[in-house]
């Protein structure tokens, strides 16, 4: 019995793609025309994935009007714009907020008409809070670390 | 004429100069539009994220490289939001119910009028393939459009991504497959 030849199906699979593409040499077109020749299941995938090629070659992506464009510019210089402004505000309203709290909380603790029994609440709600809020970051901070885009974006 | 190359103008960014910046913007935001639109398929949000994009680059304009494609650098920060988008459950889930939100357009339908027969088959092929793409993972989307509808070659994919040719082949033979069995498990 003839033995099956065996195949290097990333190997055709990266020659069909360059022919489908057009990106591929003479002697590379030949060497898979010849897999094409032996290989049944191979020549079948290969008549579907020309079916893909023509359909999606016969596809585009749609254009906006030419009024997008005139907007598109004046409507980048706005958002940086405002990002800045908004990154000052933010930066502005925790450093007052801070400030604020800090106050407060001096004055509430120093204040000898509360009972002990209000002072030690409110002391373990802020407690808790600033735990879930450090506990929030400390998530947000390892997630960003581990996001698989963000190795890609490193230039 | 606007015969200034990127690199003289993103010298000039790096200053802080605006007008230099709205030029790199007018230069390359149908580019950005279109990749963003092949990236997350709904017009409206792919203007938004390629404006996004331009703001961000220009607020991090200092760390820009003279001496590197501004347009490379751009990119990195457009798929990356289109990429974090798709992966908001919200906006997945209202992605899927504005199925058939047509960002794709049939160029052989619009070249030459045919029979109502004829245009009603190619609009529902046209629906599935913008289903089928909608469906692919991000990265094989993204070559994918890259390939066909920015008409890029195997090397400038693999630039713009990052990623060596070999990866760029693999991953489109990969959303070729996901398509291929689309349309026939459709049928």
């Known amino acids: ?155 | 004429m606007d015969t200034q190359t990127d690199a003289s103008l993103v010298q000039r960014v790096r200053t802080g100069d605006r007008d230099a910046f709205g030029l790199l913007v007018e230069r390359h935001m149908r580019r950005a539009y279109l990749q963003a639109l092949g990236l997350v398929g709904s017009r409206e949000d792919a203007l938004d994220l390629s404006q996004e994009a331009f703001a961000r680059a220009f607020r991090a304009r200092h760390t820009l490289d003279p001496d590197r494609p501004f347009y490379g650098w751009l990119y990195q920060i457009l798929r990356r939001l289109c990429f974090n988008f798709r992966r908001d459950r919200r906006v997945r889930s209202a992605l899927l119910e504005r199925e058939g939100s047509a960002w794709l357009t049939d160029v052989a339908l619009r070249a030459a009028p045919v029979d109502p027969g004829t245009a009603l088959e190619r609009a529902e092929l046209s629906r599935r393939v913008t289903a089928g793409i909608e469906a692919l993972p991000d990265r094989e989307r993204e070559v994918l459009v890259l390939k066909e509808f920015e008409d890029l070659k195997y090397r400038e994919i693999a630039e713009l991504v990052g990623v060596p040719i070999g990866t760029v082949m693999s991953r489109l033979y990969s959303a070729r497959r996901r398509l291929a069995e689309c349309l026939v498990n459709d049928q």
Not at chain 1, 127 to 147: C, K, P
Request: charged share 25%; glycine share 6%.
């Open chain 1, 1 to 155: 019995m003839k033995p099956i030849p065996t195949v290097d199906l990333d190997r055709a699979h990266a020659l069909m793609m360059g022919a489908l593409d057009g990106e591929c040499t003479a002697e590379e077109r030949q060497e898979l025309d010849s897999l094409l020749a032996r290989h049944a299941d191979l020549a079948a995938e290969w008549t579907r994935l020309r079916r893909v090629k023509e359909v999606t070659a016969s596809m585009n992506l749609r254009h906006p009007s030419e009024e997008t464009w005139d907007r598109f510019r004046l409507s980048v210089m706005h958002r940086a714009e405002r990002g800045i402004a908004w990154t000052l505000i933010a930066a502005g309203a925790i450093v007052l907020g801070m400030w604020l709290f800090w106050e407060w909380l001096e004055s509430f603790l120093t204040d000898a008409g509360l009972p002990l029994p209000v002072k030690l609440a409110v002391t373990g709600l802020v407690a808790g809070g600033l735990i879930l809020l450090v506990s929030v970051i400390r998530e947000r901070w390892f997630l960003r670390r581990r996001d698989p885009y963000s190795r890609e974006v490193t230039r």
